[in-house]
Nanobody, 128 residues
Framework: QVQLVESGGGLVQPGGSLRLSCVAS????????VGWFRQTPGNEREGVAC????????YYKDSVKGRFSLTRDKAKNAVYLRIDSLKLEDTAVYYC?????????????????????WGQGTQVTVSS
């Protein structure tokens, strides 16, 4: 069964860091681009980053560049999103999603791009 499970969210103070995990089961994550999205109540899901399958190239939305970073762990069939210098506006539910192959530089932030699988999300709350 194809499944993605996110974890690592929580309550963090501004300026802190978190590492979110996206662990796949039922398929080999290395062959897929993994996108990360976030969503707040009443708003659309926002794409923020993507890491490619075979090439490992990563793309970040301008608003998160320098604070978000993606890595892969082949042994654990996982992708990690590290968020540094957390801001209040980073508060959201974070989702990972997959599509075969590479990230498209033009469309990696679009929900419709990811047609393979989605996780259930993990809550990140930034608050003092």
């Amino acid at each position: 069964q194809v499944q993605l499970v996110e974890s690592g969210g929580g309550l963090v103070q501004p300026g802190g860091s978190l590492r979110l995990s996206c662990v796949a089961s039922g398929f080999t994550l290395d062959y897929y681009a993994v996108g990360w999205f976030r969503q707040t109540p009443g708003n659309e899901r926002e794409g923020v980053a993507c890491i490619g399958g075979s090439d490992g190239n990563a793309y970040y939305k301008d608003s998160v560049k320098g604070r978000f970073s993606l890595t892969r762990d082949k042994a654990k069939n996982a992708v990690y999103l590290r968020i540094d210098s957390l801001k209040l506006e980073d508060t959201a539910v974070y989702y990972c999603a997959t599509v075969w192959g590479l990230c498209s530089p033009d469309t990696y932030v679009e929900v419709s791009e990811y047609d393979h699988s989605w996780g259930q999300g993990t809550q990140v709350t930034v608050s003092s």
